[in-house]
């Protein structure tokens, strides 16, 4: 499958007792806890190679190319010349799906699929929120109608580490209801834009293709 750097993604969406997008304040930060790279998501099914990806895009890969001065476009160009098989577009494509189910997944309570895809910092409040919110007796209710914009603000390659920072323009319906289906948060009715902006990190020295992430905040449109 062509999208073998689909990426390993996650959103802070809730503070215990309340719904969606609270956690930010809380998690907006990287953490040291992260999770190896081989026990993250991997999009469409690749499984690790054997061997280190050698198919660098041509745009990375000619006989003395300049470093980009712009500080993403270098961030990229380090990247994409220790990870041969890195494509910007097939992450990006991959964020945008990843985002998608990872706010289903928080919104259904699903920890057993959220779990591998989360550092274990941010697995330990997003599951101290659902199991607030499940004890208060609330249900989330989420719809992802699209996005405004997906962009990739900051790339960097220290160490051997990968990381990249994506801020998702999303037009969401958002909203939690008690035991009886009245709304206690949000509107059942009116869409919202937000931007969210999601930092990870992958070890470009494995062949496994996963990110994790490792810090989220949220920005006003």
Not at 194 to 209: E, H, K, Y
């Amino acid at each position: 499958m062509a999208d073998s750097q689909l990426l390993t993604i996650v959103i802070i969406a809730a503070v215990a007792g309340i719904i969606l997008f609270r956690l930010y304040t809380v998690l907006g930060r990287r953490t040291g806890n992260e999770r190896p790279p081989g026990e993250g998501w991997r999009f469409g099914g690749m499984q690790p190679k054997a061997a280190e990806n050698t198919n660098a895009p041509a745009q990375l890969n000619l006989p003395g190319a300049d470093r980009p001065s712009d500080p993403v476009a270098s961030g990229l160009f380090d990247i994409g010349l220790a990870d041969r098989s890195f494509e910007k577009e097939n992450f990006l494509k991959g964020a945008k799906s990843a985002y998608e189910m990872i706010l289903m997944a928080f919104a259904s309570g699903d920890k057993a699929s959220l779990k591998p895809l989360l550092s274990d910092e941010v697995f330990q409040a997003f599951e101290g929120a659902i199991s607030a919110r499940e004890a208060a007796g609330q249900k989330a209710n989420l719809t992802l109608v699209g996005f405004s914009d997906v962009k990739i603000i900051a790339a960097s390659l220290k160490n051997n580490i990968a990381e990249i920072t994506v801020a998702f323009g999303a037009r969401l319906l958002s909203f939690t209801t008690d035991r009886d289906g009245t709304v206690v948060e949000g509107d059942a009715k009116e869409v919202k834009e937000v931007t969210d902006v999601w930092s990870f990190t992958r070890d470009v020295r494995l062949a496994d293709p996963n990110w994790v992430l490792v810090a989220t905040s949220s920005e006003p449109v």
